[in-house]
């Protein structure tokens, strides 16, 4: 089974767009999966939402989509840089007045966790745990640079076992480790790659007889069309500099 997975779109339209018409020319992906953050940082959360409804993908709740559907004081985002800290408060006061009541219904019903059993759920086989940050919360980061242990008593809380995957995003930098025969796939960022490569990602996840194997991918995307819609949306400037520069090489 082939799996195409999408995360932290961030209301990124065109790198959407992009993202959909790559996995649309595979017809080898079997099902598509969202890993939650459709919204924020961009101007187009009503219009990612519903593309996402109209090409029938399913999701999993990010911080962002959490906070907004719940009206929370913060995205739940977090900075080492108190610029980025106080942009990232700036697009979340942004996107919870913008959105329609209809997206933030769509956003509130997004489940916390998804589990895939690409064999059936009749038999025995593989699982694929689907989550935006971590299988105890959507805030916490989970880098590469995480240890053995933490990667195990995460891979505890979802109940899995060797041969399974936990999949993630919310770092927007993509990563694959195999710890104890598990495989933790970090699916990057759609629409605000921080890894310095400005082209939206995503991952082709292979779960069957074989162990598990993720493909990166990256597409260009129209960046100047999506950089305009936020300097004309009201949204701080210094966003679409930092779609530009894929969060530059050196932020975190
Ligand atoms: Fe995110």
Redesign the pocket.
């Known amino acids: 089974m082939i799996y195409a997975l999408i995360s932290?779109i961030?209301a990124n339209l065109p790198a959407l767009e992009a993202v959909l018409a790559d996995i649309a020319r595979r017809p080898n992906v079997g099902a598509t999966y969202h890993l939650g953050?459709l919204v924020g940082y961009a101007p187009w959360p009503d219009e990612t939402v519903a593309l996402l409804e109209r090409a029938g993908i399913p999701g999993v709740a990010?911080n962002?989509d959490s906070t907004v559907a719940t009206d929370y004081k913060h995205c739940g985002c977090k900075y080492e840089d108190p610029v980025q800290e106080q942009l990232s408060h700036l697009s979340y006061d942004w996107t919870r007045t913008h959105v329609s009541p209809a997206t933030r219904r769509a956003l509130a019903a997004l489940p916390f966790r998804i589990d895939l059993l690409p064999n059936g759920g009749h038999q025995a086989g593989p699982r694929v745990v689907l989550v935006h940050g971590t299988p105890t919360l959507n805030t916490l980061y989970w880098t590469e640079d995480r240890s053995d242990d933490f990667c195990l008593k995460m891979a505890g809380h979802a109940g899995a076992k060797p041969g399974d995957v936990i999949a993630f995003?919310?770092t927007?930098k993509p990563w694959h480790r195999e710890v104890g025969g598990i495989h933790f796939v970090n699916t990057g960022?759609v629409g605000?790659p921080k890894d310095g490569d400005w082209r939206a990602g995503w991952v082709l996840l292979e779960v069957g007889a074989h162990p598990p194997r993720a493909e990166f991918l990256r597409v260009g995307y129209d960046l100047e069309r999506a950089a305009r819609g936020i300097e004309e949306s009201g949204l701080p400037d210094a966003l679409a500099d930092y779609l530009r520069t894929g969060g530059g090489p050196t932020s975190a």
């Open positions: 932290d961030h953050d990010g962002y995003g919310h927007h960022s605000r």
